[in-house]
């Protein structure tokens, strides 16, 4: 079966996504923290973007979610990280985009 869309328009699609990623948040103890985004790209069919932790508290992370640019919840997921205050979390998220036959 042939593909509906062409590449052009999903490289559009993916690129698009990509610059709405604005802000990834991260719950601990009652309260949003902002991560920071330190890389954002897309490789093949997959926007990958990189964030890391900006405290230095002892915390349990519970939830982790994405708010593009419109200041919206894109996604949200739950989380149980235990982080110490002398440590950081890098964490890497992949997002493949690609149409299924």
């Known amino acids: 079966m042939a593909l509906f869309w062409n590449d052009n328009f999903l490289n ?24 920071m985004i330190t890389s954002k790209a ?3 069919n997959t926007l990958k973007v990189v964030c890391q932790t900006q405290d230095s508290a002892t915390l349990t992370i519970t ?8 200041g ?14 002398t440590q950081g979390v890098i964490t890497l998220w992949e997002f493949p985009l690609y149409e299924l036959v």
Do not use: F, P
Not at 14 to 24: P, S
Not at 63 to 70: F, G, K, L, T, Y
């Open 12 to 35: 559009k699609i993916r690129n698009n996504w990509l610059r709405r990623v604005a802000k990834i948040q991260y719950y601990a103890g009652g309260v949003w923290y902002d991560a």
């Open 63 to 70: 939830a982790v979610r994405i708010v593009d640019s419109d």
């Open 72 to 85: 919206e919840i894109a996604g949200q997921i739950s989380e149980n990280l235990i982080k110490n205050s």
């Open 42 to 44: 897309i490789e093949g």
